[in-house]
């Protein structure tokens, strides 16, 4: 059973720092594709970042402050956020699939933790 755990969430000033992290169980971590999706209230889900065994990949609004990376073993996911706005606020999803292009409606997603950036 595929089972993903996010934690590291909270509540930030602007301009402040959080680093979320992802445990994944339950399925062959090597050759899957991770991700980070948030959705904040009244607004459509979005895709963050995502990883896979080749490249990165980065929303135009986070490019820069955010940083996706994986343990060695690949069971565990991260997302450093740097120098935090507002407009970052929402619950942050890690999910997980077997190719990058299915994570936003063919993965296996966690339960979500919840940032809030005050200005």
């Known amino acids: 059973q595929v089972r993903l755990v996010e934690s590291g969430g909270g509540s930030v000033q602007a301009g402040g720092s959080l680093r979320l992290s992802c445990e994944a169980s339950g399925y062959t971590y090597w050759n899957y594709a991770m991700g980070w999706f948030r959705q904040a209230l009244w607004k459509e889900r979005e895709e963050v970042a995502s990883i896979d065994s080749s490249s990165t990949a980065y929303a135009d609004s986070v490019k820069g402050r955010f940083t996706i990376s994986q343990s060695s073993t690949k069971s565990t996911l991260y997302l450093q956020m740097d120098n935090l706005k507002p407009e970052d606020t929402g619950r942050y999803y890690c999910?997980?699939?077997?190719?990058?292009?299915?994570?936003?409606?063919?993965?296996?997603w966690g339960q979500g933790t919840q940032v809030t950036v005050s200005s």
């Open positions: 999910v997980a699939a077997p190719t990058r292009a299915l994570l936003a409606h063919g993965g296996y």
